[in-house]
């Protein structure tokens, strides 16, 4: 079964503006982990905010696990998709981190016992257990960022999309949420939309999109598409790092294979001087 | 201008139960024309130490109401705070702190969040109207916004009139730059300048930094989280972790450090870690770990 599927979709942000999200085709299975790249207008973010009914779109069809995206239907499908946001700051709502998680779950109208149920199982996902007490203001971007995915745990959504979730955030905060999500994907089944420009990110998906200009231009493995890389370029993407280490060792006449594994290049290159 | 610092320390809150020492008698000089990084995880107090450089935190004893203590009999006063920015001395009160805030110029984290104005134009000129000792004529105004929006690369014609807030993130971070290079700082301070956007982005803003350290500002310092950019571009760069200053180093000497960077839980960069990876399967190599030099390093281990 697709839990998104987009058909057909156009979108644009005023009447006679240029079209954000052009006859777009684009479905993700259960259990699916896609991560969708495009340069900063590329029209990602509307992709997530269509999803999950935040705009609704001008022509063509969105469905949600079959359900299609109705003003009737809004709010069975905001229980099923949740979306984190870039900025940790701007998703912080109440003063005491487990109030701040159960604030989804209050909205829905949850039983009192449940909502406690759910905060235990929300923090204990994302490993802040023992922040249940701390204000969120004395957090790390990294954790206040965990605590955003609590609150959208806390709902017990089917998909999870990140929009950017981890570009305000430093190295380590960004590995403590990718680890997190890999996990709730690998782990309890989630389904994950992973929008982000870096790209290194989008090593861990199954799936990687590439948009530009509102439309899908490339789309496969992680790998094959790193692999065709003169076009990520025209895209203004770049090529991650070791993918261009690879291509510059290739050119020079090493015979090393494209790799994103930085061991995987280090044995291929041992091999070849050895 | 000079930067020196000596023994300074800073903590938030003091007095109070929420008291954090976030800068443990630290000792930094940078020299006049670096391009020098600051780099550290959350917390390590790199925020604290770059805000001291514009007097956005002031030293005690700068302050009016400060009074110096008299030692008790047999007390050993801890040693005397140095912190002069060029010929500013930031631990004096008759300092003319806001003439340095004209020479030190501070980019904080997104930028474009402090865009206000109604047009770029008034954006950029509001920091020169503020700084200009006299009020200054509209010509002067004209040509000193003229000059800041060229050199970040932007058309001023084209751009002038435009509302800041219609540009694009890459084109709203430079206005931003703009309205503060306008008077002209001798030292400019950026924090994160590259966060947030895409790759090509993150190029561009680093090749204008590098543009504006040739032609504008004498000295560039960044903070910074991507290791990568760091050894890239810096001269030198401080490693803060938990109030101290571990390292101070070229990138090409403070990568060689890598288990130790990784135990202070930073990152290195990947020319780094594949030096790393090469010497555990016995292959050494030597490069200063930009990719160009690493790329060089390893075509010439070939036989």
């Known amino acids: 079964m697709n839990a998104i599927e987009f058909k057909g979709v156009d979108f644009s942000y005023s009447e006679d503006g240029a079209f954000a999200i052009k006859n777009l085709n684009f479905s993700v299975k259960e259990g699916e982990f896609v991560a969708v790249l495009g340069h900063n207008g590329s029209g990602k973010s509307t992709l997530a905010r269509l999803t999950d009914g935040l705009l609704s779109a001008d022509k063509g069809e969105i469905t949600v696990f079959g359900t299609p995206m109705t003003d009737k239907n809004l709010y069975t499908i905001r229980k099923q998709v949740g979306i984190v946001f870039q900025n940790p700051d701007n998703q912080t709502v109440a003063a005491i981190v487990e109030d701040d998680v159960a604030f989804g779950a209050e909205n829905i109208g949850l039983p009192r016992e449940e909502i406690g149920k759910r905060i235990d199982f929300a923090l204990k996902a994302v490993g802040m257990e023992e922040f249940r007490h701390s204000t969120p203001t004395r957090l790390s971007g990294g954790q206040k960022q965990r605590i955003a995915i609590a609150g959208v745990l806390a709902l017990k959504p089917k998909v999870m999309i990140l929009d950017e979730s981890t570009a305000m955030l430093d190295p380590r905060g960004r590995r403590e949420i990718i680890d997190v999500v890999t996990r709730l994907n690998k782990e309890e089944g989630m389904t994950v939309v992973l929008i982000t420009h870096f790209m290194e990110e989008a090593l861990l998906a199954d799936r990687a999109i590439v948009m530009n200009r509102g439309e899908i231009v490339m789309e496969g493995t992680p790998a094959d598409i790193f692999e065709r890389h003169e076009e990520l370029i025209t895209y203004n993407l770049a090529l991650p790092r070791i993918g261009y280490i690879c291509k510059q060792l290739q050119a020079g006449g090493m015979d090393v294979p494209d790799t994103l594994d930085y061991e995987k290049l280090a044995e291929e290159i041992a091999k070849c001087v050895s | ?303």
């Open chain 2, 1 to 303: 201008m000079r930067i020196v610092a000596e023994h300074l320390s800073y903590t938030y809150n003091a007095g109070s139960p929420f008291a954090s020492k976030a800068l443990k008698d630290i000792s930094l000089t940078i020299e006049e024309g670096e391009f020098f990084g600051i780099l550290g995880h959350t917390g390590s107090g790199k925020s604290t130490f770059v805000q001291h450089l514009n007097a956005l935190i002031r030293v005690p004893s700068s302050m009016k109401k400060y009074k110096p203590k008299k030692p008790k009999k047999g007390e050993v006063l801890p040693p005397k705070t140095v912190l002069t920015v060029g010929e500013f001395d930031l631990t004096h009160k008759k300092t003319d702190f806001r003439a340095l805030r004209s020479k030190v110029g501070m980019v904080f984290q997104y930028p474009e969040a402090q865009l206000f104005a109604e047009t770029v134009k008034d954006d950029v000129a509001f920091g020169y109207k503020n700084f200009a000792k006299e009020k200054p004529k509209a010509e002067e105004i004209e040509a000193a916004v003229k000059d800041a929006l060229e050199i970040v690369g932007l058309n001023y014609e084209e751009i002038k009139d435009q509302s800041p807030f219609d540009l694009s993130g890459g084109q709203k971070r430079r206005v931003a730059i703009a309205g503060v290079i306008v008077t002209r700082p001798e030292v400019l301070v950026l924090d994160e300048p590259a966060a947030g956007l895409d790759p090509l982005g993150k190029r561009e803003i680093m090749e204008l930094l590098h543009k504006l350290h040739r032609e504008w500002c004498k000295t560039v310092v960044i903070v910074s989280h991507d290791m990568d950019e760091i050894s890239e571009n810096c001269t030198r760069a401080a490693v803060f972790s938990e109030g101290e200053i571990k390292y101070v180093l070229p990138p090409s000497e403070l990568f060689a450090h890598s288990e130790e960077l990784l135990s202070l839980g930073l990152d290195v960069p990947l020319t780094a870690k594949l030096c790393a990876a090469l010497k555990a399967r016995g292959v050494e190599i030597s490069c200063d770990f930009t990719t160009e030099d690493f790329i060089r390093s390893v075509l010439a281990l070939r036989r």
